[in-house]
């Protein structure tokens, strides 16, 4: 006996497990690459990318809190040129698919940035990063309405030829409507949930310890809303989840596949354990093997 498939097709993927850091969460992929060889993951996420270089937002811009982690980076990067000519040809040659986060502040500025990935070769799938909360102009404007999504997505998906996930924001009334504005719009599939608005204040200076005030909350403490937020997006949508928010262990990423995600992605474990996606994998495949389940199909959606 050969053990589980943990195989996972997805949107014209192949992915030899359904387990992916989160964009944000993993850099370009170097730095973990020292720890264990990439292609054991299902996939690579990067961090988002944007049209030209940005610096960030002002620090502080993390802090930790119970139950995770509080973040108010700005989508800081190199570039989309820097990353098409430095990062992504590494990550081409680690034998895992390459999933790119790419953001912008106006339409135009996505439907560049996504036609230049697609065009260049080197990466297998879109992230559209249409949900980030913590920059003052772009990313959750178009993540909370239907329409600017919808209309959004329609011109991205005309100057792409590869897969295109939408990343969406819980930040919203009713995640249900926005899964379904991406799908109508030609997403392949959609990833959920990014992190959710939080603040943390300094009783000593009676101030907010970042200086953004406000920054994205993820971790153990998300999970529970984020598992619901799947399960409610699993019952309206035809197009295949990826699912995250606090995942850390296998039992963690199970609930999600159960909830009605195909994959997951992981991606505040990964600074508290930089070995944190193979061991999830490994769990994975132990809980499968000590409860008979031969695919994850057998699992898949099976609490809806």
Request: glycine residues 10%; proline residues 7%; negative net charge.
């Amino acid at each position: 006996m050969s053990g589980p498939d943990l195989s996972v097709k997805l949107a014209g993927l192949s992915l030899k497990n359904p387990v992916m850091p989160a964009s944000g969460c993993f850099g370009f992929g170097q730095e973990y690459a020292k720890y264990y060889p990439l292609h054991q993951l299902g996939a690579v996420v990067t961090k988002a990318v944007t049209r030209q270089p940005r610096q960030g937002n002002p620090t502080p811009r993390v802090t930790e809190v119970k139950g995770g982690m509080l973040n108010a980076i700005g989508l800081a990067n190199p570039g989309v040129e820097h990353v098409l000519a430095n990062e992504l040809p590494w990550l081409a040659e680690q034998d895992v698919p390459v999933v790119v986060n790419v953001a912008g502040e106006t339409a135009a500025e996505y439907v560049e940035v996504a036609e230049l990935v697609s065009k260049s070769g080197l990466a297998a799938a879109i992230e559209l990063n249409v949900s980030c909360p913590n920059v003052k102009a772009g990313g959750i404007t178009f993540g909370v309405d239907p329409q600017i999504l919808e209309s959004l997505v329609k011109e991205v998906r005309s100057v792409c030829s590869i897969p295109l996930f939408v990343k969406l924001s819980p930040n919203v009334a009713d995640i249900r409507e926005i899964a379904l504005a991406a799908q109508s719009g030609g997403a392949d599939g959609l990833t959920l949930i990014n992190t959710l608005i939080g603040m943390k204040i300094d009783i000593k200076s009676r101030r907010p310890v970042l200086a953004n005030r406000t920054g994205g909350l993820s971790g153990p403490a998300v999970k529970p809303v984020a598992v619901r937020m799947v399960y409610d997006t699993a019952q309206v949508v035809d197009i295949p989840i990826i699912g995250m928010g606090g995942i850390c262990t296998g039992a963690d990423a199970v609930e999600f596949i159960m909830a009605g995600a195909s994959a997951v992605m992981v991606g505040t474990a990964n600074f508290t354990n930089p070995r944190a996606c193979p061991k999830i994998i490994a769990e994975i495949r132990e809980f499968m093997e000590a409860n008979g389940i031969e695919s994850l199909d057998e699992i898949r959606g099976c609490a809806l």
